[in-house]
């Protein structure tokens, strides 16, 4: 089963004050795409929890919507950038799971400023960061989506 987990940021900054603050948190080696779209950056390091290595893209965020409908509200509309994580190797969706939990808890600590949430297949809130609220890990099957807005409301930015 490929599965994907995204963290979203919400910097103040531009992209690229963005990319340069992540890239110094996370110890990140810079790599050449030539696929690669003039906003987006592809970068590596080491994995946290496994053997090997993790490639992260960051890239603006397209999956919010600026003026939702409210039954068309989400977690991650107000957050400015969009940052994959993928563990390189075999494909081990626990595994893919934790160490993107590793880099979601690095980002809190290492930029307290910056609000963050850790979203599984871009369906799912695995976790949120507010400053001066700390980290919210929420229920298996939480969704970005507005019927759960209950459970996340106080822990996104809106």
């Known amino acids: 089963m490929s599965t994907t987990d995204d963290i979203f940021l919400a910097s103040s900054g531009s992209l690229e004050s963005t ?32 053997e090997g290595a993790v490639v992260f893209v960051v890239e603006p965020n397209a999956y919010g919507s600026v003026d939702p409908e409210p039954e068309d509200v989400s977690a991650i509309d107000r957050y400015t950038a ?7 190797g075999a494909k081990d969706e626990e595994a893919q799971v934790a160490e993107a939990r590793a880099v979601f808890d690095e980002v809190a600590a290492g930029q307290p400023d910056v609000a963050i949430v850790l979203s599984h297949n ?19 099957g939480t969704t970005l989506d507005a019927p759960d807005i209950e459970t996340w409301r106080d822990w996104v930015v809106s």
Do not use: C, I, N
């Not at 890239?23 to 080491?46: C, I, M, N, Q, W």
């Not at 969009?82 to 390189?88: D, F, H, P, S, Y």
């Not at 871009?122 to 298996?140: C, D, N």
């Open 122 to 140: 871009m369906s799912h809130l695995a976790a949120a960061y507010l400053p001066g609220a700390g980290v919210q890990t929420f229920p298996p």
């Open 19 to 50: 990319v340069a603050w992540l890239s110094t948190v996370l110890r990140l080696r810079s790599l050449e795409d030539p696929a690669l779209k003039a906003d987006e950056y592809l970068f590596s390091a080491g994995a946290r929890t496994a």
């Open 82 to 88: 969009a940052v994959e994580v993928r563990l390189v």
